[in-house]
Structure formats: C-alpha cells, structure tokens
C-alpha cells in the first residue's frame, strides 16, 4: 500500500468553525488531491497539487482552500464550516500526470 | 464535459458465479479508465487500469476489465465471486490533465453464501 496518512479519521466540528485536515505521504510523489465523498456522488475532486506551493481547483472548491508547503504534506482547509461539507474526506497521491492515483484511508468529518 | 455513469447501484451475486459490473463514460479525447474497490470503511484501491494498448486488461484479485472504444464502456469482470469481493466498486475516466478524473456514483456488490 502507498504510504498515505490523514489525520484526523474523524472530526465533528460545529458551523461556522474553521477547520484543517492533513494529508501526509512518504511516496514523495509530485502530485496530490483532496477528493469528497457523499452517496451518489461518488468522488469528487475539491483541489490539486503539482508540486510545493502550485495547486489548482477542482469540480467543487467552493468554501474551501488549501496549502502544500513540502512534499509530503496537503492541507485542506474549510475556513466557516458548514453542515453542506459533512462528509468523507478522501486524499489521493499520484506519481505522474494522469496517472492513476492512490488513496488514503479518509476522515469522516461531521459539521453539526 | 466527462462523466462516468454505473447503472447498477447494487449488484447481488451468489459465491462462485461470474460477474459484470457495468461503466460507460463520456470523454473528449483517449480516455484513461480506472476500476477501484473500496471496502466500508476503507480508502480506494486500484483494481485495474486502461491508458492503451491492449484492450482487455488483467487486474488484481482476478478482475478484469474491456475497454470497448465504439460503446465507451469499460466493463469489470470476474469469472468466479468470492465472499471477499464484497465491496463497492468505481469506475473513473480521467486523461493527461490532472482535474479531469472523474468517478462513477459506484455499484455495491453484496455476495450471497
């Protein structure tokens, strides 16, 4: 398994608070992304990474930023939590550029 | 705009049966086709993948996938079922551009005894 780690697995945060969660991989692949997970949507992708400090948006980034100051570490960040954001948050490494990509194990945030 | 349609939201198959799970995309170019699994509770594995070449492509686990360019399907497959596949499976089309991955709302396969 590819080495990835999110951290935490599991939040519950109220609306309105500001929130990080961390991807952290030891591959020291060039590119990552923070995908979202809901029922019927299957995955889809929140931001990118190609390379320290470069990243770009995705299908749904509204509401939500992101920083990648090393390698090896992607934050996301939900500045004013909202209940529209609970959901399962899913980072995913890859190698190269459209090249399949690894997943980490999730964090299950639940804004209340 | 790409997209992945599964048209079957859950799948019942008995141990030991063969099956099909079932992908059509849309993409404006050579589509690159992905199949994960992913168990309850558990990130997404890579089952398999299409960039080009040949277009049956041999997975892990047993599974493999048809890459049928003229219906834009690209179909999983297994020849026999084992209680351990129980699980949900994605398809995902994606190409050279790093936003353009997208998954399917996934099939969940439940294996009878």
């Known amino acids: 398994d590819a080495g990835i780690t999110q951290s935490p697995r599991h939040k519950v945060t109220e609306t309105g608070t500001p929130v990080t969660l961390r991807c952290h991989q030891t591959e020291n692949h060039r590119y990552m992304y923070w995908y979202r997970q809901d029922p019927g949507h299957g995955l889809r992708l929140i931001h990118y990474?190609?390379?320290?400090?470069?990243?770009d948006k995705g299908e749904v980034s509204d509401g939500y930023s992101v920083s990648r100051s090393k390698t090896e570490d992607f934050l996301l960040t939900l500045e004013s939590a909202t209940s529209s954001q609970t959901s399962v948050y899913f980072c995913?490494?890859?190698?190269?550029?459209?090249?399949?990509?690894?997943f980490g194990p999730g964090t299950r945030l639940t804004v209340t | 705009a790409q997209s992945v349609t599964q048209p079957d939201i859950h799948i019942t198959v008995s141990e030991g049966a063969s099956l099909e799970l079932r992908c059509n995309y849309s993409?404006?170019?050579?589509?690159?086709l992905f199949w994960y699994v992913q168990s309850p509770g558990q990130g997404l594995q890579l089952l398999l993948k299409y960039f080009s070449g040949d277009t049956l492509v041999q997975g892990i686990k047993g599974f493999e996938a048809e890459f049928k360019r003229s219906q834009s399907s690209f179909n999983l497959r297994k020849p026999s079922v084992h209680w351990s596949d129980a699980a949900e499976y994605f398809c995902a089309v994606g190409g050279y551009n790093n936003n353009d991955m997208r998954f399917g709302a996934g099939t969940r396969l439940t294996v009878k005894p």
């Open positions: 995913a490494i890859s190698p190269d550029r459209g090249s399949e990509q690894y």
């Open positions: 990474s190609y390379g320290v400090k470069d990243t």
């Open positions: 993409y404006g170019a050579t589509p690159y």
